[in-house]
């Protein structure tokens, strides 16, 4: 049924039921709130152009009563096409009263702290730039040599120095065949090393260096035999040792001679070179300690064996450089062992030992440091010609180091002195002129080792006369020795136990063979728990005794009277005298056993036994007997 007459509904009821829906524009209320957006922002704009008038010069109330009109002119328009009233009243509301001064707006507020910290910025950028600038134009001011530290490691050459990658742990190896670890975050101002090894026996350490995880140590020493020690100093591996009666060096499994230097892969953590007085240098794995990977045979100009000094990686790891006596200098690809890459036969005086080959950070440059008195830098690319030259720079010792500088701009080595004639010192060169930019008077002694490391911005360097020295800049460097020098010395533990060195028979039998000494607290521990070796005190004895051992006495009534009565050693007279010295009295006044007979018997009566004599018999023994 539809209800087209409007009365039916008026007769049904249905008019009285609620108010009409309200109805809104939306097209007109987004262009109201469009054109109050675009209005605002022109008296902002306004206000931030001439906020000077706006703060002396209050508006005048009709400016702001025009204003009102003109929203409200906008509202009702909006009104009539269908919006509410309560939209004007809100527009007029916000602009009632005079507006809000420019300078305590909030967009004004924001932007002056902008500004203050664009200039605040600014002048920092530009106090940093300067000295980036400073350091630039002065590449001294990068030396951290402000302060040092002393590491005492004994009384003869410092010949090997190796820091790991994350610089936590410094070792020092020398000509007293030690091996001692420094652990900065555990030391204390006293600088002791925690841990002093001999792990090649009776021969020089030559080289020692961290793999590039820092999990593993080398240790080339004078021996055929390169070790690989953990981090604690334990042998992980040892490298086999060849045949020394095999002419072709290439078909044993090992050195058969002395080593000279050795060093990690950069990349691959396995793997590493080995140089020796057998003319050749060859690589090794971990994982197979039985042979060698791969051998390189350097060679003379007339094809002759030469003996190898030093050997080095490049820094991606693809190319194996050894200077030989000869002075030359050889390069091979890794993966090719038969021809070099590059080569020059004169690169330092012949009949020398270079002591050192260092590659740039860059890989291009390589640094070789002669024992013709002389450092050279070479470019690989054309190594015909030394880029660079220095001289009279005194080398004795055959394991003299050369690096370069973290920023790659500066090459550091040391020099040799004689004993008492001078003193050693660490010379700082410019990469690219050569010219000698800084020094360090180290000691009294040859510079043997120095190590710049990249992380810490610390300088390590190692001496002849037994000294491990770092030098640190309190603000440029980082950690290193800067956390031990903060430490207080700690107290002198005093040990209560006296414990037996540990001796190393390597080829005793096995019932002979004493267990691996590995720590000396755990042995301290274990002595502690042994009567013999911790002097402990034999504890009283309880009862009757034990061991050879009396008890104590007055436990029991016997044994009181033993001591004060039968033990008494107060009367030194003869033992039978002082009985009878008694028995007068005895017999006046008797106590003990005539008083008991007083009654029965009176006087006393003594049987009197005697005792019948045996006959005489001189027949023998074995004629009585019956048989």
């Given at each position: 049924m539809e209800m087209d007459d409007p009365d039916v509904g008026a007769v049904m009821g249905f008019s009285g039921f609620g108010k009409k829906a309200r109805t809104f524009d939306l097209d007109a209320i987004f262009e109201q709130t469009r054109r109050t957006a675009i209005e605002r922002s022109k008296k902002v704009l306004e206000k931030e152009q001439c906020p000077?008038?706006?703060?002396?010069?209050?508006?005048r109330a009709g400016s702001s009563g025009s204003v009102t009109e003109k929203d409200q002119g906008i509202a009702s328009s909006s009104s009539d096409d269908g919006s509410g009233g309560e939209d004007s009243d809100s527009s007029g509301s916000d602009l009632i009263g005079p507006p809000v001064p420019a300078s305590l707006s909030r967009l004004a507020i924001e932007e002056q702290a902008c500004d203050t910290d664009d200039r605040a910025s600014g002048d920092t950028d530009d106090d940093?730039?300067?000295?980036?600038?400073?350091?630039?134009?002065?590449?001294?001011?990068?030396?951290?040599?402000?302060?040092?530290?002393?590491?005492i490691h004994s009384k003869k050459t410092v010949s090997a120095l190796g820091l790991d990658p994350s610089g936590a742990r410094l070792v020092t190896?020398?000509?007293?065949?030690?091996?001692?670890?420094?652990?900065?975050?555990?030391?204390?101002?006293?600088?002791?090393?925690?841990?002093?090894?001999?792990?090649?026996?009776?021969?020089?350490?030559?080289?020692?260096?961290?793999?590039?995880?820092?999990?593993?140590?080398?240790?080339?020493?004078?021996?055929?035999?390169?070790?690989?020690?953990?981090r604690d100093g334990f042998q992980v591996m040892e490298c086999a040792k060849g045949d020394q009666y095999i002419v072709d060096q290439a078909r044993?499994?090992?050195?058969?001679?002395?080593?000279?230097?050795?060093?990690?892969?950069?990349?691959?953590?396995?793997?590493?070179?080995?140089?020796?007085?057998?003319?050749?240098?060859?690589?090794?794995?971990?994982?197979?300690?039985?042979?060698?990977?791969?051998?390189?045979?350097?060679?003379?100009?007339?094809?002759?064996?030469?003996v190898p000094t030093t050997c080095a990686y490049s820094r991606d790891g693809k190319y194996i450089a050894a200077a030989c006596q000869d002075g030359s200098i050889q390069i091979w690809d890794r993966n090719m062992n038969v021809h070099t890459k590059f080569y020059n036969r004169q690169a330092h005086a012949p009949g020398s030992d270079t002591s050192c080959l260092s590659f740039?950070?860059?890989?291009?440059?390589?640094?070789?440091?002669?024992?013709?008195d002389t450092i050279k830098t070479w470019d690989v690319r054309n190594f015909r010609n030394a880029l660079n030259v220095a001289t009279d720079l005194p080398n004795v010792y055959s394991m003299t180091d050369c690096c370069f500088s973290p920023d790659d701009k500066m090459l550091v080595t040391g020099t040799s002195v004689q004993k008492g004639k001078g003193s050693g010192k660490l010379l700082f060169f410019d990469r690219e002129t050569f010219v000698k930019l800084y020094?360090?008077?180290?000691?009294?002694?040859?510079?043997?080792?120095?190590?710049?490391?990249?992380?810490?911005?610390?300088?390590?360097?190692?001496?002849?006369n037994g000294l491990a020295k770092v030098y640190y800049h309190p603000v440029k460097s980082?950690?290193?020795?800067?956390l031990c020098v903060v430490k207080t010395k700690r107290k002198v533990r005093q040990s209560q136990t006296v414990t037996q060195d540990y001796i190393i028979t390597p080829h005793a039998l096995p019932m002979f063979r004493e267990p691996r000494q590995k720590s000396t607290r755990k042995q301290l521990e274990k002595d502690r728990l042994d009567p013999v070796k911790s002097h402990k005190p034999e504890p009283p004895v309880s009862g009757p005794g034990r061991g050879g051992r009396v008890g104590t006495h007055g436990g029991t009534l016997s044994s009181f009277i033993v001591k004060n009565i039968a033990l008494d050693k107060t009367d030194d007279s003869n033992p039978r005298e002082a009985i009878l010295r008694h028995a007068k009295d005895a017999e006046e006044n008797p106590y003990w056993?005539?008083?008991?007979?007083?009654?029965?018997?009176?006087?006393?009566?003594?049987?009197?036994?005697e005792l019948e004599e045996e006959p005489e018999d001189d027949e023998p023994e074995w004629k009585k007997r019956k048989l």
């Open positions: 000077e008038e706006s703060v002396e010069s209050p508006p940093e730039e300067e000295d980036e600038e400073d350091e630039d134009d002065n590449p001294v001011k990068r030396i951290p040599d402000s302060h040092e530290i002393t590491l190896g020398g000509y007293d065949y030690e091996v001692k670890l420094w652990d900065f975050a555990g030391m204390d101002a006293s600088l002791q090393a925690f841990r002093s090894l001999q792990p090649c026996e009776c021969h020089q350490i030559k080289s020692l260096q961290y793999s590039a995880t820092g999990d593993v140590i080398l240790c080339v020493a004078g021996s055929a035999q390169a070790k690989v020690l953990d044993t499994k090992g050195h058969t001679a002395m080593l000279n230097s050795g060093v990690w892969h950069p990349k691959i953590k396995e793997e590493f070179i080995t140089c020796s007085n057998d003319g050749t240098v060859r690589t090794w794995d971990m994982n197979n300690e039985k042979k060698h990977k791969n051998v390189f045979k350097p060679r003379t100009a007339q094809g002759k064996r030469i740039s950070y860059d890989g291009y440059t390589l640094a070789s440091r002669g024992g013709d020094e360090i008077e180290v000691t009294d002694a040859s510079v043997i080792r120095c190590l710049w490391h990249p992380k810490l911005n610390q300088v390590m360097v190692g001496t002849a980082q950690r290193g020795a800067k056993v005539a008083p008991a007979y007083v009654k029965t018997q009176p006087h006393a009566v003594f049987a009197v036994v």
